[in-house]
């Protein structure tokens, strides 16, 4: 969760190797300028054994920078018609799980790094403001650090039904808890404001995350939200969607919430005709496993 370099990775890796990418089809009306969010986080981009390059269809000039964030975005005027973005990279995962920290200790607000501050604020969908009191009715007795975010993370899941058709491109952390419904974003959003206003620095993560050590049958790869918390010093993972650690977590983006990492954004009329997100493991892909090796 070091924000300041990216992780290197070892020259022999056990683990599991994991085929990932995805693929938007769009119906455009008109020549439109997009933003893609798309491509590994660098901070773990030294786990990629073939890069997640962005490839259009057809082709177009982009131009690729960071945001305020550190996110790597890529620019383009796509033409009308039909377009495709689409990515396909080979990751090296350890195998492990989220890693956890049970004895992590919550900052005092007045000891934490001036670049934290602003992740205990309000932001568009984790409106602090309106949740604040119910948060310290809920969660004041608790424990200080992990124990205090665990607890929100539980009531987060005892508390909202996931329900794809429920999804909203406009739902509110507090609007999430007055419904009891929604998708992985709103689990994140809840959680987020939660501990903001019990002044535990949280942002918002969107990125890979595979079946991995799963019961099956498992659902149809997605990409998916979580929160990073900043207890003991560093950033970690805390899943309120799933609420255990998991492995296959990949981070793409990070922010104060969804608005800051939208994996595309287009400007103007717009159809989404294909979504396709893969995290496979490369021995049962029978294009990238080696001769042999399928059972």
Not at 219 to 231: C, H, Q
Not at 258 to 270: E, I, K, R, S, W
Request: proline share 7%; net charge negative.
């Amino acid at each position: 969760m070091d924000d300041s370099a990216p992780r290197l990775r070892p020259a022999e890796t056990s683990g599991v190797r994991m085929r990932i990418g995805c693929r938007l089809r769009y119906q455009l009306t008109q020549p439109t300028p997009i933003i893609a969010m798309l491509n590994v986080h660098y901070s773990r981009f030294g786990d990629l054994e073939r890069a997640d390059y962005l490839v259009t269809q057809p082709s177009v000039p982009l131009e690729s920078y960071r945001d305020g964030f550190g996110n790597w975005c890529t620019r383009m005027v796509a033409p009308a018609g039909d377009f495709t973005l689409s990515t396909d990279g080979i990751f090296r995962d350890t195998g492990r799980p989220d890693p956890t920290a049970p004895d992590a200790a919550q900052h005092a607000v007045q000891d934490l790094p001036c670049d934290r501050l602003g992740y205990l604020l309000g932001s568009r969908y984790c409106d602090t403001d309106l949740l604040s009191e119910e948060a310290w009715r809920l969660f004041e007795t608790t424990t200080l650090g992990w124990a205090r975010v665990q607890a929100i993370c539980d009531f987060v899941r005892s508390s909202v039904s996931f329900d794809y058709m429920e999804a909203s491109a406009t739902r509110t952390a507090s609007e999430t808890l007055a419904g009891g419904q929604g998708v992985c974003r709103d689990f994140a959003h809840l959680a987020i404001a939660l501990c903001r206003c019990m002044n535990i620095p949280a942002r918002y993560c969107t990125g890979y995350l595979s079946e991995f050590g799963q019961p099956t049958p498992h659902p149809p790869d997605d990409f998916a939200a979580w929160i990073e918390v900043f207890l003991g010093g560093r950033w970690w993972v805390f899943d309120p969607r799933n609420n255990s650690p998991r492995m296959g977590r990949i981070l793409i983006a990070r922010g104060r919430d969804a608005a800051d990492v939208p994996l595309t954004q287009t400007f103007g009329p717009n159809t989404l005709t294909q979504f396709d997100v893969w995290t496979w493991d490369v021995k049962d892909d029978p294009v990238e496993a080696p001769s042999g090796s399928r059972n």
